[in-house]
């Protein structure tokens, strides 16, 4: 499983009952799921309003503008609400519902 696809897979996953989610912290969840995937450059954010940069080489931070696509597709889907930005397009704010 490519790199993207897997990232794609673990956003399909990622919408837990809001009770499990409100119990562990978002930025934490976060951090976590970058330790995992190289495609996640940053986490970054405040309270409840945080975001992902996602990246085709951490060392490089070569936007990964495609790549982006994928994740935010597999949220909607699964109604989790992400919103994307940066001027590059590879920025991608989550929120809660």
């Known amino acids: 499983m ?5 990232v794609s897979t673990v956003f399909a996953k990622a919408n837990e009952p809001q009770a499990t989610l409100a119990k562990r912290d ?3 969840w976060l951090e976590e799921l970058k330790a995992k995937h190289s495609l ?3 986490v970054r954010g405040m309270e409840l309003m945080q975001a992902i940069e996602l990246v085709e080489d951490r060392e490089s931070k ?3 503008t495609v790549a982006t696509a994928a994740p935010m597709e597999a ?3 699964n109604r989790l609400l992400m919103g994307k930005g940066a001027m590059q397009g590879n920025l991608i704010r989550i929120s809660p519902r």
């Open 26 to 28: 978002r930025r934490t």
């Open 2 to 6: 490519g790199k993207l696809q897997h």
């Open 40 to 42: 996640i450059g940053d």
């Open 75 to 77: 949220a909607r889907e």
């Open 62 to 64: 070569t936007p990964a």
